[in-house]
C-alpha cells in the first residue's frame, strides 16, 4: 500500500482527539465557559426549536434517562434549559433551551460550520466532493465496526470517560 | 387617487405591496429596537442601508441574539444557511419578511 497504515491510523486518532480538544478548548474561552462540552452536545440534541421529551433526548444522546436527568438538572441550574409540563399529557415533561441554551447551541453550530469550511475551502468543487465521500465512507465503516462489537455500550464507555474527564478538568480549571 | 376603475387584479397587487410595504416597515420597528438596546445606540442613527458587521460592528453573539429574538417574535426559523447571504439592515428585513411569509402560506 502507498501509504502507512500506521501511520494513516495516528492521522485519525489525531483528529478525533484533536477535534474534541479544540472544541473544548473554544468552549472554556469563549461566552459560554460554564459549558463542558458534553453539556453543549446536550444543548445540540435537545434543538432550538420544539420542546422534547426527556426519552427522545436521552436516545438521541445514547444514554439512560437516568444520566441525562443529572445532566439536565445542571443545565437547568445554569439556565440553559426549562422543564414544563407537557400542555395535554400532564405525566409527560418536555425540556426546552433557554434563550441563553439557544445562543449557545447555534454559536457551537457555527463553530463546526466554520470548521468545516476552513477544511474544504482550499479545494477544488470535485476534490470537495471525493472528500466528502471518502469521510462519508470512514463514517460507515467505524459505523459498522460499532454495531459489530454488539450494543454501543464499549463506545458509550469510552464517550462517558471522555466526558467526565474532561469535566474534570473543567472543575479544577 | 381614485383607483376605482383600476383593473381589479391590478388592486389587488397594489394593496399585496402595500401590505408587504407596511409589514416590512413593522420589521424594521422591530429590528431597530433590538439594535438600539443591544448597541446602545439612537435609532436615527440606524438606516437600512448599513452594513450589520461593518458599520454596526456586532459580532456573531450578537447576531444570533438578533436571530433567537426575530424567530421568537415572528415564529420563523432562520437557519445559518440562510444568514450566509445577510450583509446590510434590510436584508436582515427582507428575509424576516421572506421566511414569515412562507410560513403563514
Do not use: C, W
Not at chain 2, 49 to 67: A, G, H, K, N
Request: aromatic share 6%; glycine share 4%; proline share 3%.
Amino acid at each position: 500500500m502507498p501509504v502507512e497504515e500506521h501511520e494513516f491510523a495516528e492521522r485519525l486518532l489525531s483528529i478525533y482527539e484533536n477535534v474534541l480538544l479544540t472544541e473544548e478548548q473554544a468552549l472554556s474561552k469563549g461566552y459560554f465557559s460554564d459549558l463542558s462540552n458534553a453539556e453543549m452536545h446536550t444543548l445540540d440534541a435537545i434543538g432550538p426549536y420544539e420542546a422534547r421529551t426527556m426519552t427522545e433526548t436521552a436516545t438521541n444522546l445514547g444514554i439512560t434517562t437516568g444520566t441525562l436527568t443529572v445532566a439536565i438538572d445542571r443545565l437547568v441550574k445554569k439556565g440553559y434549559v426549562v422543564r414544563k409540563r407537557d400542555e395535554v399529557d400532564r405525566r409527560v415533561v418536555r425540556i426546552s433551551l433557554t434563550k441563553n441554551g439557544k445562543l449557545a447551541s447555534r454559536i457551537h453550530n457555527k463553530f463546526h460550520t466554520v470548521l468545516a469550511k476552513r477544511i474544504l475551502e482550499p479545494y477544488t468543487p470535485e476534490e470537495q466532493e471525493l472528500l466528502m465521500r471518502m469521510v462519508t465512507d470512514i463514517d460507515s465503516y467505524i459505523e459498522s465496526q460499532k454495531q459489530r462489537y454488539g450494543s454501543s455500550d464499549s463506545i458509550r464507555k469510552t464517550a462517558k470517560s471522555v466526558a467526565s474527564d474532561s469535566r474534570r478538568r473543567d472543575d479544577n480549571g | 387617487m381614485d383607483d376605482s376603475n383600476a383593473d381589479p387584479r391590478e388592486r389587488m397587487n397594489n394593496e399585496e405591496e402595500l401590505d408587504e410595504i407596511k409589514m416590512k416597515d413593522l420589521i424594521l420597528d422591530d429590528l431597530v429596537k433590538m439594535l438600539t438596546d443591544m448597541l446602545d445606540i439612537s435609532p436615527v442613527d440606524i438606516t437600512p442601508d448599513l452594513r450589520i458587521f461593518d458599520d454596526l460592528d456586532i459580532d456573531s453573539l450578537q447576531l444570533y441574539e438578533l436571530v433567537v429574538d426575530l424567530e421568537e417574535v415572528y415564529s420563523i426559523r432562520m437557519p445559518d444557511e440562510a444568514l450566509d447571504g445577510v450583509k446590510t439592515v434590510d436584508d436582515v428585513v427582507d428575509l424576516v419578511y421572506r421566511l414569515s411569509a412562507q410560513t403563514e402560506h
